[in-house]
């Protein structure tokens, strides 16, 4: 049903619409001999297939040898440069070795990118050390002679030091710190030494690719006069993208895209023409993401429609240009959608036409166009399309009944652009339930496979649906469907005539649509998340979060708890979990790796003591090599893996959601940690230099951990806590006073939100222990490095949660009572100091939820593909 035009030639790539292939412009170049040293010969193109092959892993064959050829085929001799603007963000500068390494790649497959370079960051830094308060008016940087000259000596450093990594790596870089842009004055008076650029030059790009070299720039400009002229960088990569009109415009960010602001996840796709008006109208649209809109439309609506802009992290780059899945956000113009109860409305010359030349049953000769057009006069239909009709879909929807989509026709434009992923978006926001065909032929046909619940093949064509789960109620709609004429007499029965066991359900009746992470396919921000059920085993259940963890997971609205493990409740029955009898088990390493090697869980889950997870991980690492596919999640409560490589910290608030879902290893963080790093974060760019912020927090004794009790009558093992409110005497008791792991862990991971993450970052932290359960309160005392008022503190922290669902703010001081029990984490009694300088905040949140159970069911929902929030109470 998804069918290409096959008297279409193929013209574009992803998103991008292009002439016939041309050799490509490295190719002419060294044909030419213009660079002798560096001509083809066989150790170069052995050079080139092993870099081709390796992109390979990230992507199809077929996808990376169509972007290849579309990116290569898209410069000549004559203009060399229109493959991609590539801006990268001081941050990411930082990270040089790694951006080198990635840029490197490109130019190792042919593809010369004109790489632009900012340094605010790096810039800040040096002048704040000098004495210089760096100023800004409506977000531009007012400049002046001295903070110029600083500007000056620091792009240049930061683009020998990127040219020199390149270098090393065997890229040929040419670093281009002039002579490409000019400008006037943006207002002189106003912000001093600012440019706003009047042309641009391209010969010294265009000279430098052609030299077999890699552009590098800087963003200062010239006067006419000669006055050098501070230029903000992703301006000046726009002004640069308009001149150049290449087919990719990319964005390197430390974030790697842009993000809701309610939800946080990442928007994979923006399509302007659709969704800008909607989007700027939302209330999370505000202030810099506004602004970064604004900018893209300005810049797009001057460049042809083949052109996208994406923003995503230097480590993504291969995956954003040579799969059609991507990497970060992509936002391009798009084209609008439209739906029409009437050919009419649509124009049936149009339709005709793409009836004719992309229907596989017309052209296989099955049907006719004047039959399929008769066919839509016996129901009730919409037809579902863009403006260009590089896709048309048709549903038909009699009352009081499942529509079916009859017809899926894209263009080869429809299907690598994602305009049929928009269009199917809209088809799912109408239609809750639906059926369709596809012929067994189809060469797409995985993406039918990916967006439906279940299938059925028969006789060269396979039915699809998604939004049932009984086979019994597919095979009576499918028995409705037949006797009415809707699809045709060849899908009965559904299910085989031996039906296996209840117990393995629905799924055993179809082939139910393999597992598609968030992000694997790019239409509206909105895709619905997963529902597909899942199996979870929780090694070390006997403690309090563990305990914690069962009771939530019995309202999981997905989530099958399958297996838990503890050696000394082994053969009693669970009593937290809800959904089904369950036997506590005593796990072996061996058992764990025989699991994970056969597929039996989805994901682990390991509350246990620190030190004694490691055995457990290494078995599932184990299991999963043998198995050879891919890996189950797994969340370790533990401090063993919070420090470590390869692992994602999971605490969503403040670090990559992104992060998270694409993660197979997720250490969740510790309980004083979460809280502290939440309290610090809002405050981190006001933070004094030369101190450390002081966090002082009590926590219920649950936080202590646990002993073995008494046994029950029946001899059942029981908990007990290892500190008691007894003895405590009524009072607290601080302990580890210094380098507490949570004092070690928070500032660890804080360092990363700083401009340079490389810099050390410490939290003085005191830990107490209090006799009541559970519950932490932290107060925050943070010297300022400016001026500000309690006001100004509580607008710092409703910006940096805004839209968060687990974090309450509130101006009074959260008691115990606002977190005892609750899954979030509260914020409030905002105070600073008389004299302006220290700021008092206070934070809580209940030990066992929101600083382990609820906080691992959120890393694990986003591992899994769910909701983030599914199976939380909010």
């Known amino acids: 049903m998804l069918a290409t035009s096959r008297t279409l030639s193929v013209r574009n790539g992803k998103r991008a619409i292009l002439a016939a292939p041309r ?22 193109q052995t050079d080139r297939d092993t870099i081709t092959r390796l992109l390979y892993s990230i992507g199809t064959k077929r996808e990376v040898e169509r972007y290849l050829r579309i990116f290569s085929s898209s410069s000549d001799a004559n203009q060399p440069a229109k493959f991609a603007v590539i801006k990268i963000g001081g941050a990411v500068l930082d990270q040089v070795d790694e951006l080198a390494l990635n840029l490197s790649f490109l130019y190792r497959v042919g593809l010369y990118p004109v790489v632009l370079h900012g340094a605010g960051p790096q810039l800040n830094g040096i002048i704040e050390s000098e004495g210089i308060v760096p100023d800004y008016i409506d977000g531009i940087r007012v400049t002046d002679a001295k903070t110029l000259s600083i500007a000056r000596r620091v792009f240049l450093e930061e683009n020998l030091k990127l040219v020199a990594a390149l270098e090393k790596l065997g890229t040929r870089a040419r670093p281009i710190t002039s002579g490409v842009f000019t400008a006037d004055y943006l207002d002189k008076d106003k912000y001093g030494l600012v440019g706003k650029i009047t042309r641009i030059d391209k010969r010294p790009l265009e000279a430098s690719i052609r030299a077999g070299a890699l552009p590098i ?4 400009a010239e006067s006419d006069s000669g006055q050098i002229l501070n230029v903000n960088a992703d301006i000046a990569a726009g002004e640069l993208a308009k001149e150049l009109e290449p087919i990719k415009i990319v964005f390197l960010n430390e974030k790697g895209g842009l993000f809701h ?8 796709v923006i399509n302007l023409d659709e969704e800008y008006e909607e989007l700027m109208k939302q209330p ?3 202030y810099g993401t506004k602004l970064k809109l604004r900018e893209f439309k300005e810049l797009l609506d001057n460049l042809p429609r083949t052109s996208s802009v994406a923003v995503i992290s230097a480590d993504m780059l291969q995956r954003e240009l040579f799969t059609d899945t991507g990497a970060g956000t992509l936002i391009r113009r798009g084209y609008k959608l439209y739906k029409h109860d009437s050919i009419d409305s649509v124009g049936p010359d149009r339709l005709r036409q793409v009836i004719h030349d992309r229907d596989p049953d017309v052209l296989a000769g099955d049907q006719s166009v004047t039959g399929v057009l008769n066919e839509l006069k016996k129901a009730p239909y919409t037809i579902y399309g863009d403006e260009p009709m590089d896709v048309v879909a048709i549903v038909t929807r009699p009352e009081g009944e499942i529509p079916v989509m009859t017809k899926l026709l894209a263009s080869r434009s429809g299907v690598l652009n994602g305009i049929v992923d928009n269009v199917w978006h809209a088809i799912k926001k109408d239609h809750k339930k639906l059926f369709w065909t596809a012929r067994a032929d189809d060469e797409n046909r995985a993406w039918h496979f990916e967006r439906a619940d279940g299938s059925f093949t028969r006789n060269g064509k396979s039915l699809f649906w998604y939004g049932i789960h009984d086979v019994d109620e597919v095979e009576k709609i499918v028995k409705g469907f037949e006797a009415n004429g809707r699809i045709a007499r060849s899908f009965l029965p559904v299910g085989p005539r031996h039906r296996p066991s209840a117990a393995l359900g629905t799924r055993s009746y179809s082939s139910f649509a393999r597992r598609v992470l968030p992000g694997s396919q790019r239409g509206y921000a909105t895709a619905a998340p997963s529902t597909q059920p899942k199996r979870v085993a929780l090694i070390g259940a006997r403690g309090f979060t563990g305990q914690a963890l069962t009771s939530i997971l019995s309202q999981h609205p997905h989530l099958e708890l399958t297996h838990v493990s503890s050696r000394q409740l082994a053969g009693y029955p669970l009593k937290e979990y809800a959904k089904s009898n369950i036997t506590y088990s005593n796990l072996s390493v061996e058992d764990v790796e025989k699991m994970e090697k056969e597929g039996e869980v989805d994901a682990w889950i390991m509350a246990l003591p620190n030190g004694i997870c490691k055995p457990f991980v290494d078995a599932v690492d184990r299991g999963a090599k043998e198995r050879g596919t891919d890996r189950s999640v797994v969340v370790d409560l533990s401090a063993d893996y919070r420090f470590e490589n390869g692992w994602t910290y999971g605490l969503p608030e403040l670090y990559s959601r992104e992060n998270i879902r694409a993660a197979k290893r997720i250490s969740n963080p510790g309980c004083y940690a979460t809280s502290t790093q939440l309290l610090v974060a809002p405050l981190l760019n006001h933070l004094k230099p030369g101190v450390w912020p002081t966090v002082f927090g009590i926590s219920g004794y649950s936080g202590a951990g646990t002993i073995a009790g008494p046994p029950e009558a029946d001899g059942r093992p029981t908990t007990a806590p290892k500190v008691t409110p007894e003895s405590l005497g009524g009072g607290i008791r601080p302990y580890a006073l210094t380098n507490h792991i949570h004092e070690r862990e928070a500032g660890y991971h804080l360092s990363h939100l700083l401009a340079d993450p490389s810099q050390a970052f410490k939290v003085a932290f005191i830990p107490n222990v209090a006799p009541w359960f559970s519950g932490i309160t932290s107060v925050l005392s943070m010297p300022l490095n400016g001026k500000l008022n309690a006001k100004n503190v509580q607008e710092l922290y409703e910006e940096k949660y805004s839209g968060e669902k687990l974090v309450t703010i509130k101006k009074e001081v959260p008691t115990l009572p606002d977190v005892e029990g609750k899954h979030g984490w509260s914020v409030g009694g905002f105070q600073v100091h008389s004299d302006g300088d220290r700021a008092v905040v206070v934070g809580g949140l209940d030990n066992l939820l929101k600083g382990a159970a609820t906080q691992c069911l959120q890393n694990l929902n986003l591992a ?7 199976g939380i109470p909010l």
Request: no cysteine.
């Open 23 to 44: 050799p490509a412009a490295v190719h002419i170049v060294r044909q030419r001999q213009l660079v002798p040293a560096r001509s083809i010969n066989s150790v170069a």
């Open 217 to 220: 720039l800087t963003s200062l």
């Open 261 to 268: 602001g309610v939800t946080g996840e990442k928007l994979d």
């Open 284 to 286: 999370w649209v505000k």
């Open 864 to 870: 899994l593909g769910y909701d983030e929030y599914a």
